[in-house]
C-alpha cells in the first residue's frame, strides 16, 4: 500500500476561508496516517479544540503527541488539552492517553529580552499527563514517519538569535538559548519527503538536510509549516531561496512565523502554496 499521510490545520496565524473557525499567533497540525492519529503542536492557548470540534476531528484517540519546541505558541494549549482527556474520562468518555514525543529541552524555562516565552506547563507535570519520550534522537512513529530529534546546524547562513533568549537549565544555571530543542517531522511519501515543521529556528535548510540524511531519500517533495523567516537578511533570504530552488519542490507551504515579504520572495524560487486553518492535505 501506498504510504498515505493527511495533515489538517488547526491552528496558524491566518484563516484559509471563511468557515467559522479561529486563527492565532500559535500552530497546531492533526495528522492521520493509516496507522496513527497524531497533534503536532498545540498552539497558543485551546483554540484548536474548538476549531477541531468545529472540524468534528476527535482528539481524544490520539495515539501521539508531537511538540517542534517549547515556546509557548507551540505548547500552550497543553493544559486545555490535558483538561479535555481528562473530562473524558469523568464523563465516561473512552479516551486515549497519546505519548509525547519532545526534545529533552522543550520545557526548560525560556526567554526572550528578559520575559518568559517558554512551555507554562513543566516537564514534571507533562509526565504526570502523559507517557513521556525526551528524545535528541530520532524517534520513528511509523515506518515513514520520523520525529527527528536535535538538528544539525551545518548551513553558516542559518544561524540563529541565541544572544537575544536566554535558558534556564536543570542545574540552576542561565545560559543563551541556541534553540537545540527545535525539531520537525518527516515523511516518506511516494513524491519524496514531506517535512513539516513548526518554527524552523534550527534552519529550514538544516532541516531538510537532516531529514533527507534519517530517511535515506534525497527528493523532497513539500515543506509545510514555519520557516521563522519573520524579517531575514536578503542575504539568508536569497541563499533560503536558491537551496529551496533546488529541491524541486512540488509545493511549499510557508505560514505561521514567515512574513508576507519572505512570502513572495521564496515564491520566486519555488511553488508557494497558501496555508491556513481548516486547509487539509494528503500526500
Known amino acids: 500500500m501506498t504510504p498515505r499521510l493527511t495533515l489538517t490545520v488547526l491552528i496558524d496565524n ?12 500559535g500552530l497546531s497540525f492533526f495528522i492521520e496516517t493509516a496507522e496513527k492519529k497524531c497533534l503536532f503542536d498545540t498552539g497558543l492557548s485551546g483554540m484548536f479544540l474548538t476549531n477541531a470540534e468545529k472540524m468534528k476531528i476527535s482528539l481524544r484517540d490520539l495515539d501521539f503527541l508531537i511538540l517542534s519546541h517549547g515556546h509557548i505558541d507551540h505548547t500552550g494549549g497543553l493544559p486545555a488539552l490535558a483538561r479535555h482527556l481528562t473530562g473524558a474520562i469523568s464523563e465516561g468518555i473512552r479516551s486515549r492517553v497519546p505519548h509525547l514525543i ?6 526548560w524555562p525560556k526567554e526572550k529580552d528578559g520575559r518568559k516565552n517558554g512551555s507554562a506547563i513543566s516537564e514534571e507535570e507533562i509526565c504526570r499527563q502523559f507517557t ?15 520525529f527527528l530529534g536535535e538538528i544539525p546546524r551545518r548551513f553558516a547562513f542559518e544561524q540563529g538569535d541565541s544572544d537575544k533568549r536566554m535558558i534556564h537549565t536543570p542545574a540552576g544555571t542561565i545560559e543563551p538559548d541556541n534553540l537545540a530543542d527545535d525539531s520537525a517531522l518527516a ?4 513524491e519524496g519527503l514531506v517535512i513539516i515543521t513548526g518554527c524552523s529556528h534550527a534552519g529550514i535548510c538544516n532541516i531538510t538536510e537532516y531529514a533527507r540524511e534519517v530517511c535515506g531519500e534525497r527528493r523532497v517533495a513539500d515543506i509545510i509549516g514555519g520557516l521563522h523567516l519573520l524579517s531575514p537578511a536578503p542575504k539568508r533570504l536569497a541563499k533560503t531561496g536558491k537551496y529551496l530552488n533546488r529541491l524541486h519542490l512540488n509545493a511549499l507551504h510557508a505560514c505561521h512565523c514567515t512574513s508576507l515579504p519572505a512570502k ?3 515564491a520566486g524560487y519555488c511553488p508557494l502554496q497558501e ?3 481548516g486547509m487539509k492535505i494528503a500526500w
Open 132 to 146: 513521556a519520550n525526551m528524545s535528541a534522537k530520532p524517534v520513528w512513529i511509523t515506518d515513514d514517519l520520523v
Open 275 to 277: 496555508v491556513g486553518v
Open 102 to 107: 519532545a526534545h529533552p529541552r522543550c520545557f
Open 187 to 190: 515523511f516518506r511519501s511516494k
Open 264 to 266: 513572495l520572495a521564496l
Open 14 to 25: 491566518t484563516l484559509l476561508t471563511d468557515d467559522n473557525f479561529c486563527a492565532e499567533a
